[in-house]
Structure formats: structure tokens, C-alpha cells
């Protein structure tokens, strides 16, 4: 769909949303790895340490990767309302693809 057939408002939506959906993919990535690290630290130091429980472990760890679970959440729905923008689109831009082999040249 080339961009000049889509109404500016709309474009301007999707890209609004397609922007938001970036920021928190890279967001659930750095707290994922940070916080990943210290659920795996906790875990470890909690192991070493005898007086702890499996269940304290456990919580610390689940407590840990919480967050991460938590955006994964808001990316997924980032990525649902995206879709949504999109194919609401469908309906009213017409478009026709055509691979450049039906053409009678080769694909690049």
C-alpha cells in the first residue's frame, strides 16, 4: 500500500502506534535482560544460602520476572491495536501487489 493513499490522520495513527509498539519491544528486551540477570543472581544467593526455602526462592524469582511478564503483556497489546489500524485500512484502500515474476522479470 504506498503511503500517499492512505489518509494522512490514519498514516498518522499507525505510525503514532507502530512507534509505541517499538519503544516498549525495547523496553521488555532491557528489562528482561537486566532484570533476568538479577532473578538468576537472586537465585543463586538465596541457593548458597541454607536458611532459605524453595518457596522463597521461588517468589523472589517469579517477583523478579514480574515486570518482564508485565510488558510483554502491554506489547502484546500494542500489537493488537496496530493490527487492528492496519486492517481497518483493508477495507478502505484498494491495492493491487504484483511479484515482479509476473511481470516477466526474475526476482531480484
Known sequence: VAASTIPSED???????????DRVRIYRRLLLARV??????????????RGSSPLVRLFTVALCLFPPAWARIVEFAHERRL????????GRVTHKFEPRSARGQTPA
Open 36 to 49: 533476568g540477570l538479577l532473578a538468576v543472581l537472586a537465585a543463586l544467593l538465596e541457593t548458597s544460602l
Open 83 to 90: 493490527s487492528r489500524r492496519i486492517e481497518a485500512l483493508d
Open 11 to 21: 498514516l498518522s495513527r499507525i505510525l503514532k502506534d507502530y512507534l509505541a509498539l
